[in-house]
């Protein structure tokens, strides 16, 4: 039993990891914050915001099915994601004022991230997940998205010093699609470490 977690929460952070597989928050992880610490923390606040997308959409779209009304489950979803966004906002600004100065700056990119809005609605619509094992794949999915995060800020922060030695025409945006695509072909390595 422990074994058959441990494999899906692994599969979920390497392999089917919803930035490199589904290409689901490219946007956020490709344009991550320059400074590691920064980039752990938004991706720490990216984990419970879809921890708790996830788990609040799955209460409710237990009430969709039986009201016949699944077809409300994406305007449900990003409802639910402007709350818990809006409730993690306040929580940030009475603990500490860098911490809220962050989740201020990045508070739209993570309201429009695809990745959320993928992962609420990925785990809470699937029939054959219980409640817990879709909590745990939307905490591993968020750690993988985090994990990119801070692989990103890294290659981000390589980037801006290496500028002056790149050819002009991929300076920038160019020049970071190659890498990350690099990145996704490694994170295509681990498929048959598992299975």
Not at 108 to 114: K, R
């Given at each position: 039993?422990?074994?058959?977690?441990?494999?899906?929460?692994?599969?979920?952070?390497?392999?089917?990891?919803?930035?490199?597989?589904?290409?689901?928050?490219?946007?956020?992880?490709?344009?991550?914050?320059?400074?590691?610490?920064?980039?752990?923390?938004?991706?720490?606040?990216?984990?419970?915001?879809?921890?708790?997308?996830?788990?609040?959409?799955?209460?409710?779209?237990?009430?969709?099915?039986?009201?016949?009304?699944?077809?409300?489950?994406?305007?449900?979803?990003?409802?639910?994601?402007?709350?818990?966004?809006?409730?993690?906002?306040?929580?940030?600004?009475?603990?500490?004022?860098?911490?809220?100065?962050?989740?201020?700056?990045?508070?739209?990119?993570?309201?429009?991230?695809?990745?959320?809005?993928?992962?609420?609605?990925?785990?809470?619509?699937?029939?054959?997940?219980?409640f817990g094992a879709a909590l745990g794949q939307a905490?591993?999915?968020?750690?993988?998205?985090?994990?990119?995060?801070?692989?990103?800020?890294?290659?981000?922060?390589?980037?801006?010093?290496?500028?002056?030695?790149?050819?002009?025409?991929?300076?920038?945006?160019?020049?970071?699609l190659i890498a990350a695509g690099l990145i996704c072909?490694?994170?295509?390595?681990?498929?048959?470490?598992?299975?």
């Amino acid at each position: 039993m422990i074994e058959a977690v441990l494999t899906a929460f692994i599969a979920a952070v390497f392999i089917e990891n919803v930035v490199t597989v589904r290409m689901l928050g490219t946007d956020l992880a490709l344009y991550s914050p320059a400074k590691p610490r920064a980039a752990f923390t938004l991706g720490l606040i990216m984990m419970v915001l879809s921890v708790l997308t996830a788990a609040s959409a799955y209460a409710v779209n237990l009430l969709w099915v039986r009201l016949d009304l699944t077809v409300l489950n994406l305007l449900t979803t990003l409802v639910l994601t402007i709350l818990w966004l809006s409730l993690i906002r306040l929580l940030c600004g009475r603990l500490s004022p860098g911490l809220s100065a962050l989740v201020q700056t990045w508070s739209p990119s993570l309201l429009v991230s695809s990745a959320v809005l993928g992962i609420g609605l990925i785990y809470s619509q699937s029939q054959t997940l219980s409640f817990g094992a879709a909590l745990g794949q939307a905490a591993a999915s968020g750690l993988g998205f985090m994990l990119l995060m801070l692989i990103y800020s890294g290659l981000n922060e390589r980037m801006e010093q290496a500028r002056a030695s790149q050819p002009r025409a991929l300076r920038g945006l160019p020049s970071l699609l190659i890498a990350a695509g690099l990145i996704c072909l490694a994170f295509m390595g681990f498929n048959g470490m598992i299975f």
